[in-house]
């Protein structure tokens, strides 16, 4: 089975400054790395497909990069809306299919 | 645009039983791989089971022999059958949509069900 590790584990940042999150994998997962925003008391939603790939609608300022087994989701210019929880998944060996931990950020 | 309503859920003893339902709107569901991911209080996510167009079904290990996967395309329905919950089956459930059958990440989901486990 293959562990993300997500940090930090909290982001606390201010409107208009860039938030970098990070996702480790146990081991090589390719490009096959998802991310997705949850606010409270929604259900997720796709934002990066395959390490890079922005998902329908998803504004320019969300981005995603990385390869093998370290990764990055960053958020800039943020704004009081990007405040969530999120989390990456992989999708390169499965079953099963894995998330990390998530990443709380606080604007 | 997909949409998705979950239902069934609920309090139930531990060592019962719950069937959890899905009803699929805005997609031909006969051609789609949908799955089910959980999400205990306070937690993270966590990957339950998936079920392919062709009706090819997976597992997590912590769910495996206690849960079935099913769907029923005439119905544009997808379904989890619970047996024998134990307190730490208690979650939001959510059924999700997946990008393409073997392409396991999720582009549309549900607004979850919640279920609890407790005596």
């Known amino acids: 089975e293959i562990v993300l590790t997500q940090s930090p584990a909290t982001l606390s940042l201010s409107p208009g400054e860039t938030a970098t999150l990070s996702c480790r994998a146990s081991?090589?997962?390719?490009?096959?790395l998802v991310w997705y925003q949850q606010k409270p008391g929604q259900a997720p939603r796709l934002l990066i497909f395959d390490a890079s790939r922005r998902a329908t609608a998803i504004p320019p300022r969300f981005s995603g990069s990385g390869s093998g087994t370290d990764f990055t989701l960053t958020i800039s210019s943020l704004e009081p809306e990007d405040s969530a929880v999120y989390y990456c998944?992989?999708?390169?060996?499965?079953?099963?299919?894995?998330f990390g931990g998530g990443t709380k950020v606080e604007i | 645009e997909v949409q998705m309503l979950e239902s069934g859920g609920g309090l139930v003893q531990p060592g019962g039983s719950l069937r959890l339902s899905c009803a699929v709107f805005g997609v031909t569901f006969s051609s789609i791989s949908m799955t089910w991911v959980r999400q205990a209080p306070g937690k993270g996510l966590e990957w339950v089971s998936d079920i392919t167009d062709g009706g090819r079904t997976y597992y997590a290990d912590s769910v495996k022999a206690r849960f079935t996967i099913s769907r029923d395309d005439s119905k544009n329905t997808l379904y989890l059958q619970m047996d024998s919950l134990r307190a730490e089956d208690t979650a939001v459930y959510y059924c999700?949509?997946?990008?393409?059958?073997?392409?396991?990440?999720?582009?549309?989901w549900g607004q979850g069900t919640l279920v609890t486990v407790s005596s």
């Open positions: 999700a949509k997946l990008f393409r059958a073997y392409v396991p990440f999720f582009d549309s």
């Open positions: 081991q090589s997962v390719s490009n096959y």
């Open positions: 998944q992989q999708r390169s060996n499965w079953p099963p299919l894995t």
